[in-house]
């Protein structure tokens, strides 16, 4: 049928298109309507006009407007999904992004344009100078030491709960004192002296670790030296008084010692939440417990206490598979680990640990290689950087970051990095002292290694320093045998 119709030749007879067009449809059944003729789609209006609008149209230096643009065909009615062209008329004033946003730059009144198909609609924006920002703070002086108070009986640690700003001071003799809004409260946090054997240089109420969650459940720990000369992990709670514990005692971990001295001390919840435990070899003769792992002693406990007073052992705690290891050690040839610390932005761990006769020394553990997880630190192998051993010493030990001898002091103090707003200068610089030199050091890792190695003369206090402290800001502070409480800040 098709090429019939192609082939029709008369005379004088012009056949439309639009027929041939229409005589094909119908011969092969249009659309199956009838032979319909198929009409072309309507064209969209073009755009006739434009109008812009803003919520407010006068704006300060600094801020911003989002502006809203309309495009409009002739008969005013609104057109959807058209594009549009942002510019500003001076650029030094407003800059305008691609979707309307304007910024004020300067002062001055501006044209903002929005155009579509060639057709551009404006707005009015006034630019007010506004509020001039505050001048940044002068720059902080260099660091100095500030007293905020005296008259404690052998202070040892400073610490806070979370988010707290009260300051909590542990004395040797087995009470905790208060500093509240820069005053010392008189009666006790917490008095347990009838419990506590401080008669030896190294024993007594060593460590204190508020829990993650102490503003909910008013929880926090305790290490001190039993009247047996067991170092006692103890658990209370805060009593209705926000500024006095109460009473009750749960005893979380008991650890038996040979002797009176290389208790350690330290206590505190590492990043991940669990509890890091610090304990010396427990005695003035190692023992071969420094090597050992069958028992808890020179070593950095990591154990679980969010169910306290039971506690549980973390699955990836290194010597969990190991036969006759307890399970509960988590770094370990540590001769007296009196003060450590995690960095609270990097995670790495920071040990002083407390040499024999002739070297004291700093560990180091980056967050990276495990934050001290099974390390062996050496003692009583090594002392510092030196073998103790005719023999030789084995390979798989980790050396210290630092070491001096005794002709510097006689036993290290460790403290913190600094991560307090107070001294910016003195950002990523770990702290540390010595007991009896009662210098104050201070070096930044970089790359493993220990840089910028500085001595800082107007931070050592009058007296031996028993420990660093750290406020929930991240500020830190020095105690003093004597009694006294510092505060590091700009002079």
């Not at 092969?28 to 789609?41: H, L, R, S």
């Not at 009986?153 to 003799?173: A, N």
């Not at 669990?274 to 417990?289: F, T």
């Not at 070593?299 to 206490?305: A, E, G, M």
């Amino acid at each position: 049928m098709i090429p019939a119709l192609l082939g029709l030749r008369r005379p004088r007879l012009i056949v439309s298109p639009v027929l041939i067009v229409t005589a094909l449809l119908t011969a092969c059944g249009g659309d199956g309507g009838g032979g319909d003729i198929v009409e072309p789609p309507p064209q969209p209006a073009p755009v006739a006009s434009v109008t812009v609008t803003a919520p407010a149209t006068t704006i300060q230096v600094g801020e911003t407007v989002q502006l809203v643009a309309t495009a409009y065909d002739a008969l005013g009615a609104t057109l959807e999904n058209r594009a549009f062209g942002w510019s500003p008329s001076d650029p030094t004033v407003a800059s305008v992004s691609t979707s309307g946003l304007v910024t004020a730059i300067a002062p001055g009144e501006v044209q903002i344009n929005a155009t579509s198909e060639g057709v551009t609609g404006t707005i009015a924006i006034t630019i007010t100078p506004g509020t001039l920002p505050p001048p940044p703070p002068p720059p902080a002086g260099p660091p100095g030491l500030q007293e905020i108070a005296s008259g404690l009986r052998f202070p040892l640690y400073l610490t806070s709960p979370p988010g707290d700003e009260r300051l909590f001071v542990v004395q040797k003799g087995g009470v905790i004192r208060v500093i509240k809004d820069g005053a010392l409260l008189d009666g006790p946090f917490l008095d347990i002296t009838p419990k506590v054997l401080s008669t030896g240089g190294e024993q007594g109420l060593l460590g204190l670790a508020f829990f993650p969650d102490y503003a909910t459940t008013g929880r926090f720990l305790v290490h001190y030296t039993d009247q047996s000369g067991t170092s006692q992990i103890s658990m209370f709670r805060v009593s209705a008084d926000p500024d006095v514990a109460g009473p009750a005692e749960s005893v979380v971990l008991p650890v038996p010692r040979p002797g009176h001295a290389h208790n350690g001390g330290q206590i505190l919840f590492g990043p991940d939440g669990y509890l890091y435990i610090g304990l010396g070899d427990g005695a003035d003769n190692d023992g071969g417990r420094g090597q050992s792992l069958e028992d808890l002693l020179a070593s950095i406990l990591r154990i679980d206490v969010s169910s306290a007073p039971a506690y549980t052992v973390p699955a990836d705690n290194p010597f969990v598979a190991t036969a006759g290891a307890r399970p509960e050690v988590w770094s370990y040839g540590l001769r007296n680990p009196w003060r450590f610390t995690f960095d609270r932005a990097t995670g790495d761990l920071y040990i002083g640990d407390v040499g024999e006769s002739k070297w004291e020394e700093v560990n180091y553990s980056s967050a990276a290689e495990g934050a001290g997880r099974g390390v062996n630190y050496g003692w009583s192998q090594m002392e510092g950087r030196h073998c103790m051993r005719a023999s030789g010493c084995s390979e798989e030990l980790t050396l210290p970051i630092v070491e001096y001898s005794h002709s510097e002091g006689c036993s290290v103090t460790g403290g913190y990095v600094y991560r307090g707003a107070a001294l910016p200068q003195l950002q990523g610089r770990y702290f540390y002292a010595d007991y009896c030199g009662g210098w104050v050091r201070s070096l930044r890792m970089e790359g493993g290694a220990p840089v910028e190695e500085t001595e800082w003369p107007e931070l050592s206090p009058t007296g031996l320093v028993t420990s660093f402290g750290e406020d929930t800001a991240g500020e830190l502070y020095l105690t003093t045998q004597e009694g006294k409480i510092y505060k590091i800040v700009p002079r």
